[in-house]
């Protein structure tokens, strides 16, 4: 499950798999106001973060993935399983998707000025 904070709101979020009544979908759930976003058919704009690009982009090119015909073209699995399988992909891709990020700046400097991170910290 992926999980994180909204970096305009503060909330709490979740990324999880919701029954849509007759289809399974994958979407943003908050902590205080139940589910959000479902990952849908759109055109991502260049501002997008990593998270939502990667899970995004997983989600849609999922072989499992039904077509959907509603007006959104909600991404759509037949079964529970099959879009938790989905989600599962995706949480992979972004791991490794974030593996690969960069460093930020003060990092790099914090680093090269002699800074160590303490044992088990993540940069």
């Known amino acids: 499950m992926i999980r994180g904070k909204d970096k305009d709101t503060g909330e709490q979020y979740r990324i999880i798999v919701a029954d849509s009544g007759d289809r399974w979908v994958v979407a943003y759930e908050f902590e205080d106001d139940g ?15 990593l998270e939502t690009r990667v899970v995004h982009e997983t989600l849609r090119d999922d072989p499992d993935r039904v077509e959907t015909s509603n007006f959104r073209g909600d991404f759509q699995w037949e079964t529970e399983a099959a879009a938790k399988r989905a989600l599962k992909k995706a949480e992979a891709a ?27 910290w993540k940069l």
């Open 94 to 120: 972004l791991k490794a998707a974030q593996a690969n990020k960069p460093y930020p700046e003060w990092a790099k400097q914090a680093l090269a000025a002699g800074w160590k991170p303490p044992r088990g």
């Open 35 to 49: 589910i959000g976003h479902i990952f849908h058919e759109e055109r991502l704009t260049d501002d997008v973060e």
